[in-house]
């Protein structure tokens, strides 16, 4: 039988009540893992260059083109994590370049962030389900 292990979840959000929010939802899906929240850029850049330890899922919000276009230049920080990207703009452009980060899940912001609970419970379904040596391939 597989260990459980805790998980850890990653938000990076500019705006504090987002960030609170957000936070809220993950603790009521995630009770038993921890929760790790980064404001600016640099602390996200920071936080993902440190040891992975648990940390399975990362929850990003690019408020404007140029959030957006600052996480597509740590795409190499982001590959083998599961992202779940909340955008404020949603014209083509700027869906296009959010899906070249691979998000297990893309919203708009606007839409509120119970689909987010949704699909954030899954992933760490999904993950608990798997055994350790696995779980870095999810």
């Known amino acids: 039988e597989w260990k459980q292990r805790n998980m850890t979840v990653l938000i ?26 980064v404001t600016d850029f640099a602390e996200l850049v920071q936080r993902l260059r440190q040891p992975r330890g648990d940390l399975n899922v990362v929850i990003l919000e690019a408020a404007d083109n140029e959030k957006l ?14 992202i779940i990207l909340i955008l404020h703009d949603t014209k083509d452009e700027a869906l296009t370049q959010g899906h070249q980060l691979r998000p297990r899940f893309l919203t708009n912001a606007s839409y509120g962030f119970l689909d987010v609970a949704a699909v954030l419970e899954r992933m760490l379904e999904n993950t608990r389900d798997l055994p350790n040596a696995l779980r870095k391939q999810a």
């Not at 504090?16 to 009770?31: E, P, Q, Y």
């Not at 276009?69 to 599961?82: A, Q």
């Open 12 to 37: 990076h959000s500019q705006f504090n009540d987002t960030k609170s929010t957000l936070f809220r939802i993950v603790r009521s899906v995630a009770a038993q893992g921890e929760i790790e929240t």
């Open 69 to 82: 276009d600052e996480l597509l230049s740590i795409r190499d920080l982001l590959d083998d994590l599961r």
